[in-house]
């Protein structure tokens, strides 16, 4: 993955910030809510996080670092599949406001980093991991930026490992988040108009995009994800 340029997810989360009081409070938590439990738990063809975890943690023989690198590569090539994200995203655009494809694209992403949570031993039944996954989703870039301006308490680590969950904190990270869908939304736009004025390079520019911050997440994840349980307990699937 050398290829990709490290600056580029920094982008995506800088609008956050100026979006965020847009969205709606009420409906932004149960928005997010639908997408990680579609993330999560699942659906007819595609099977929830600890399904994707314990089946590929099986396919690696129980190594947990082998496994997570499996599912990084195999979610970034699903997110630069339009057509399968597309369809994905439909199942969540009649509450999220954003394209088909951009919201495929984040259940795909959601799914992704709560598989690794899973495979470092956290409960993803926790809603602590789950404003960690969300938190996640906003890039390293964008969560610093919120907690050295005081609009998030900590890193998602710091939220995951939180003696208490916080109600009030899974609004502001849905805020957060759903900003962040709108923002990257604006640049898919731009990326539309470059299309129709260069169609060869159009399609590719987006692909390359979403294939891109899913591997940043991804990497975010894996640092922020750190194993809570000894390596052997790892190396059980779970979730079958």
């Known amino acids: 993955m050398s290829f990709f340029k490290k600056s580029t997810i920094g982008s995506i989360g800088s609008a956050v910030v100026s979006i965020a009081p847009a969205i709606a409070p009420g409906p932004a938590a149960a928005a997010l809510r ?23 943690l099986e396919n690696k023989t129980g190594d947990v670092e082998a496994a997570i690198w499996s599912l990084v590569r195999s979610h970034t090539a699903l997110a630069g599949a339009q057509g399968f994200v597309t369809n994905l995203g439909g199942l969540v655009t009649t509450v999220i406001a954003v394209p ?7 259940v795909l992403q959601t799914r992704l980093v709560a598989s690794i949570a899973h495979l470092r031993g956290y409960d993803l039944d926790d809603l602590r991991v789950r404003e960690a996954i969300w938190m996640t989703l906003l890039g390293r870039r ?26 009030h904190l899974e609004q502001q990270i849905a805020e957060q988040v759903l900003a962040s869908l709108l923002a990257r939304t604006s640049g898919k736009q731009t990326v539309a108009i470059v299309g129709k004025r260069i169609p060869v390079i159009g399609g590719g520019v987006g692909l390359a995009t ?20 000894p390596s052997q307990a790892a190396g059980q699937p779970h979730g079958e």
């Open 210 to 229: 979403d294939s891109w911050t899913t591997f940043a997440v991804a990497d975010y994840a894996r640092h922020q994800f750190v194993a809570r349980r």
């Open 34 to 56: 639908r997408l990680a439990d579609l993330a999560i738990d699942g659906v007819s063809f595609l099977p929830g996080a600890r399904h994707a975890a314990g089946r590929t």
């Open 142 to 167: 964008a969560v610093e930026d919120l907690v050295g301006s005081g609009k998030l308490p900590s890193t998602p680590q710091g939220v995951a490992t939180a003696p208490v969950s916080d109600a």
């Open 100 to 106: 088909a494809n951009l919201a495929g694209v984040a």
